[in-house]
Structures are given as structure tokens and as C-alpha cells.
């Protein structure tokens, strides 16, 4: 090994987050021979979503056993795999993350727990030398603040770690209104659960009195998990939302070969399309009819799952094919979240916005003036970036990952089948665009290769995407060939292009995205975007194999990765021979 990639491998890397994307890149840097990794999270413990404080029992998350694993830790199954197709919980993944930092961490890498980040910035010892990264740290329990320095940054400070709550339901508008009951936000509701279950008894009969309830705002994931859990603990809960997002469901579990392979991300458009079958569905006319059939099957199934009514306000829900504000909730559990509005155990006020709290200071105002009694109200009102309180505008401007003006006109270039007829983009789409190439570099810093971003993708899988992100950020610090573009120019091009699709292909999105982390939106096509990474780092796509008709069924496992560190060491050393 030459010692200047030695001298990378010794240069201290900070990893801001030990939710599984901090993790996952922790482990692949070590494997790979960095020796000073640190990892900074203000939480007490690993997980990050799925830390110890956070997960509760009774939450199932959207995805399947084998989905959201790495590939160097088996996971057991979760309890009632069978009836449940696999369907992991809350508890499983905070087990498994808590393994995978006992097996592969704790000891390796260094650890600062209850660690606030306040901010980053970057600095030159001179005009030329390499940057240093100064971020200033608070430590929680004491409240001393100070300083460390790193020669790199991966920031993993996830897309759902920072409430997003509007100024008519803050704590400002609590007080102005005197309400007297207890209000949170969905992300504290693990350590608020005993409260409420103290707070409001449980319910006698079909209706209890009013009072003795709590309202969750919103009708997204996390208002639909605390609204089955309170139900599930018999007590009353009225879910109040204007639109909500889409579910799949069926009867019985999705046999492997169509819920863990390529197929349902072939039915979806990516930027690129590499297969004769992929062009066929989105490039033809009698494609683009499959696709959107298949869409409304998959719809027609989920609703009938649940016996959904025709003018349900559930129906009234986000697009499969043009959102990726998804629910999947799998087989039909007779405790999930639809089961029990289908029992009558949670009360749905819908299609409502609330607009505040009552100025009687007993619950909450809805947009046609009645009033809803609560002694809890739970905003699920949805997450914020995790990025705007850590860097100066300076430090935005200088590494390129804040919003400016587009270069590029906003218009549709693909021209697929599929998405003709879609909505057209949001106005405001026109008015801004970020460049963070392939969702883990801002454009402009990519030549520096000290500063990557992840858990930002978008993805069905996480443990597979979140994988193989860390091994192309590990090459990337290592100055490994890749095949990504050379100049800044040709960068910043391309993940304007990049952004540019996002509005096309979610238009329905632009408002969520514009404030959320997502840089990527590969939901769907996660097998796709995954195959780009290992390609711009030399190594295999496709890696689920497969012959010419059985390749969309072959199951995408995350085993098939257990090698790539190895092959990216053997591209490495016969880079460096020549
Ligand atoms: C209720 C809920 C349900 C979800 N369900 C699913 C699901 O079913 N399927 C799915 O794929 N995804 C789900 N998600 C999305 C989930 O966020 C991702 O799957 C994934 O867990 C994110 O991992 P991450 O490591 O990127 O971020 P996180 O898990 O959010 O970790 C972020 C880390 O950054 C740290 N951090 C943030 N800011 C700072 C700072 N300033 N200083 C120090 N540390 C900081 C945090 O302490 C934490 O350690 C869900 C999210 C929520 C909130």
C-alpha cells in the first residue's frame, strides 16, 4: 500500500449519525483500513429511528425480513414471521441494529453518545492545503461545547430525526391558547406512551366520553402506527387528516419472487433504462398500459384487503405510481391500522385540516370551526431536514448543497410512455434545483472527496442501499477510480439532470421533497440506482442474476454484496500496478 493511501486511511473521518446508515458506513471504512473513525449522535444509543428510546412494541415498519439487513449479520426472524410474510417490527430492527454495533463496532470505532452537533465548518491550514473540517460539539449531559477536527465528513444525520411542526400547533400556539392537555410530536412517542395510557383510561364501549381521547393530527405512517397502538391499548383515538398516503395490502402475504426481486421496480420509470424490458413498459404504448394496470390492481387488491368503502376518505390518497408516499402494510393483520378502523376502534375526521387549538382550552379547531375534545394531541405533522441548524450559509454556498437557481430547463427530456398525462410540475419547481451528484455528493465538492452525505436515498431497501452507498463513499475518500465525471462542470450537469427527473417523475412530491432530506427518489427503483453506484465503482450490477426470463424474479438478497469490499480492494491494486 503507497503512503499516500495510507495517509487517507489514517486521517480521522467523522460520521455524524449512528442511525444504520452512520453504522453501515462505519463498518465498511473500517473494513476497508481506516483507523479513526468516530461517530457522533445526540441520542443515548445506536439506531437512530430504531434507537432504544424510540421504538415501542406493537410497530410494524413497511418493510420484510431480508429488506432492511447488511450482509456481514444474519437476522432472525420476527415474531409471527409466518403470518405476518416476514413483516419486521419496531423491536426487531432496534435488536438487530444494537447486534450489528456489538459484533462489528463497539471497541472499533469511537463512539460520543448524547452528542449534539451545532455545526460544521471547513477550514484551510493554507489557500492550497487540504480542508480541515472544524465541528463544534455540545455534549448533553454537561452542556460543554467544544471543538474537534476531522480531514472528512459523512453526514448521517437522517431525514426523520427533526420534527417538522407548524407555527399554529407549536408550543407558542399551546400557550396562546391555553390548552390544558398534553401535546407531542410523533417522534417522542415511545417515551410519552405511559403518559397518555395514564392520562386517558381506557374506553368502556363503542363511543367513551369525548374527552377521554387523544387526537393524532396527520395521515401519514407514524399518525396511522400511534393511532393502531393507542387502539390496540383500548383507547379512544381520533385520527384527523386532509389526505393520506397510499397503502399496498393483501390477503396473504406476497410470495418472495414478486415482494424481494426487481419486478415491482420495473413497473416503475428510471432515469435510465437499461433492460429490453424496462423500455418496453415505459418506452411503449402498450407498456405504459401495463404498468398503469398493474398500478390499479395493486391498488383495487389493497383497497379490497380492507373492504375500504368506495367514498372512503382513505381513498383520497396520494398516487402509487406518482408519489413515493407509501405505506406498506402487507398482510392483513387484524391489529393493524386499517383492520381497526374497519372494527370502528379509531374515529376518522377526514377530509379535515386542523387549524389550531379552541380558544375553550379543550382540544383542537378544525377547518369548518367545530371543535375536538382531546387530553392528547399527537402532531404527526411530519419531519424536517436534519441539515439547516448544522451549517452556515457560507458553508452551504461553499460545498454546494443548498437550493439555487436551475441552468437547465424543467422539461420533460425522457418522454416515456408511462408517465404521459402525468401531472405537470409544481410552478415552484421552475424557481430552484440542488446538485448533490447520485445523492450523496454535492456537485461542486466532489473533486475534494472529504464530504458525503448518507441515508439520503430514497429507498424500498434500506439495508441494501444504505450498503452499497457506504462502499462507493469508502471509495471515493480512497481516490479509488471511478467511473463518475472528472470536472466540475461535467458534475454539476449531470445531477441537475438528476434533479430535474425527481420533478418530472414526482411532480405530486415537490412540496414534501423541497423541505425534506431526500436528494434521491429512488423508491421504487432502488435495485436500479443501487446497479448505477456499483457501476460508477467498477464492480458487477445486477448481482441477483437470473436468465432472460427469470431475471425480474430473482431475489435481490443483501448477501450479494458480502464481497464487494474485496473486489473493490482487487480493482484497487491492479489500478495502482498499472
Ligand atoms: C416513525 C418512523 C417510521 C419509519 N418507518 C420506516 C420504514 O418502515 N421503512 C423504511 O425504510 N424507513 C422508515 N423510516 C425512515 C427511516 O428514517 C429510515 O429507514 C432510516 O432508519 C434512517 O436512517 P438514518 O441512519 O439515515 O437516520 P436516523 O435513523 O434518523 O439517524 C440519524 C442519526 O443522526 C443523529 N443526529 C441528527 N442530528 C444530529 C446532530 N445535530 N448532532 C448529533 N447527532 C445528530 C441522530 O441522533 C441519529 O443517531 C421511518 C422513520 C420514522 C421516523
Request: hydrophobic share 40%; proline share 6%.
Given at each position: 500500500m503507497s503512503t499516500s493511501s495510507r495517509g487517507v486511511l489514517d486521517q480521522p473521518v467523522c460520521i455524524i449519525g449512528a442511525g444504520v446508515a452512520g453504522l453501515i458506513n462505519a463498518h465498511v471504512l473500517l473494513q476497508d483500513g481506516f483507523t479513526n473513525v468516530t461517530l457522533l449522535t445526540r441520542?443515548?444509543?445506536?439506531?437512530?429511528?430504531?434507537a432504544r428510546e424510540r421504538v415501542y412494541p406493537g410497530l410494524y415498519i413497511n418493510n420484510v425480513h431480508g429488506e432492511y439487513r447488511f450482509s456481514c449479520l444474519e437476522m432472525p426472524p420476527p415474531e409471527r414471521s409466518d403470518a405476518t410474510g416476514g413483516r419486521l417490527t419496531g423491536i426487531a430492527m432496534r435488536d438487530y441494529v444494537e447486534k450489528f454495533y456489538e459484533t462489528h463496532l463497539k471497541g472499533k470505532a469511537h463512539f460520543s453518545f448524547q452528542t449534539e452537533v451545532l455545526g460544521i465548518e471547513r477550514r484551510r491550514a493554507s489557500p492550497a492545503g487540504p480542508s480541515i473540517w472544524s465541528v463544534r460539539i455540545k455534549d448533553l449531559p454537561s452542556g460543554q461545547v467544544r471543538e474537534e477536527n476531522f480531514a472528512r465528513i459523512i453526514l448521517a444525520t437522517g431525514g426523520c430525526s427533526n420534527p417538522q411542526v407548524p407555527p399554529y400547533l407549536s408550543e407558542a400556539a399551546v400557550s396562546g391558547a391555553g390548552y390544558q392537555g398534553l401535546v407531542f410530536h410523533t417522534s417522542q412517542f415511545s417515551t410519552k406512551l405511559d403518559e397518555v395510557l395514564e392520562l386517558v383510561k381506557p374506553r368502556v364501549n363503542a363511543n367513551g366520553p369525548e374527552d377521554e381521547r387523544v387526537v393524532v393530527i396527520g395521515g401519514g405512517k407514524s399518525a396511522q402506527d400511534v393511532c393502531a397502538k393507542l387502539a390496540n391499548e383500548g383507547r379512544r383515538v381520533t385520527i384527523v387528516f386532509d389526505r393520506t398516503d397510499v397503502f399496498l395490502a393483501s390477503p396473504d402475504p406476497i410470495p418472495d419472487f414478486a415482494r424481494k426481486s426487481r419486478f415491482l421496480s420495473i413497473l416503475h420509470p428510471h432515469r435510465v433504462l437499461k433492460t429490453r424490458l424496462e423500455r418496453f413498459l415505459h418506452t411503449t404504448w402498450l407498456g405504459g398500459k401495463v404498468v398503469h394496470a398493474v398500478m390499479d390492481l395493486l391498488s383495487a387488491t389493497s383497497y379490497k384487503a380492507y373492504n375500504?368503502?368506495?367514498?372512503?376518505?382513505?381513498?383520497?390518497?396520494?398516487?402509487?405510481?406518482?408519489?413515493?408516499?407509501?405505506?406498506?402494510?402487507?398482510a392483513v393483520r387484524s391489529d393493524s391500522f386499517y383492520s381497526l378502523i374497519g372494527a370502528g376502534a379509531i374515529d376518522v375526521v377526514a377530509p379535515h385540516r386542523v387549524k389550531g387549538y379552541s380558544t375553550d382550552g379543550s382540544g383542537v379547531t378544525l377547518d369548518d370551526g367545530t371543535t375536538l375534545s382531546a387530553k392528547v394531541v399527537v402532531l404527526a405533522t411530519g419531519y424536517q431536514s436534519s441539515w439547516t441548524d448544522i451549517f452556515t450559509k457560507e458553508t452551504v454556498e461553499e460545498i454546494g448543497f443548498g437550493k439555487h437557481a436551475p441552468t437547465l430547463p424543467i422539461e420533460d427530456n425522457w418522454r416515456y410512455s408511462s408517465m404521459k398525462d402525468g401531472p405537470k410540475p409544481h410552478p415552484d419547481s421552475r424557481q430552484w434545483t440542488t446538485t448533490i451528484y447520485r445523492g450523496i455528493v454535492p456537485a461542486k465538492n466532489l473533486l475534494h472527496r472529504d464530504f458525503a452525505i448518507a441515508g439520503a436515498l430514497f429507498t424500498a431497501n434500506p439495508g441494501y442501499t444504505n450498503e452499497v452507498v457506504a462502499h462507493w463513499i469508502s471509495s471515493y475518500f480512497q481516490n479509488d477510480r471511478m467511473n463518475i465525471p472528472k470536472t466540475t462542470e461535467e458534475v454539476l450537469v449531470e445531477a441537475e439532470k438528476e434533479s430535474v427527473w425527481m420533478k418530472i417523475r414526482f411532480p405530486d412530491m415537490l412540496s414534501w421533497v423541497n423541505d425534506s432530506y431526500s436528494t434521491s427518489l429512488d423508491f421504487w427503483t432502488w435495485p436500479q440506482a443501487a446497479d448505477e453506484l456499483l457501476e460508477d465503482m467498477g464492480v458487477s450490477p445486477q448481482r441477483s442474476g437470473g436468465g432472460w426470463f427469470t431475471w425480474p424474479f430473482k431475489i435481490v438478497d443483501t448477501k450479494e454484496l458480502s464481497t464487494l469490499g474485496e473486489e473493490r480492494r482487487a480493482l484497487r491494486s491492479a489500478h495502482r500496478r498499472k
Open positions: 441520542d443515548a444509543s445506536v439506531g437512530g429511528v430504531w375500504i368503502p368506495l367514498d372512503s376518505p382513505f381513498r383520497r390518497a396520494h398516487s402509487l405510481f406518482w408519489s413515493v408516499r407509501l405505506s406498506d402494510d402487507g
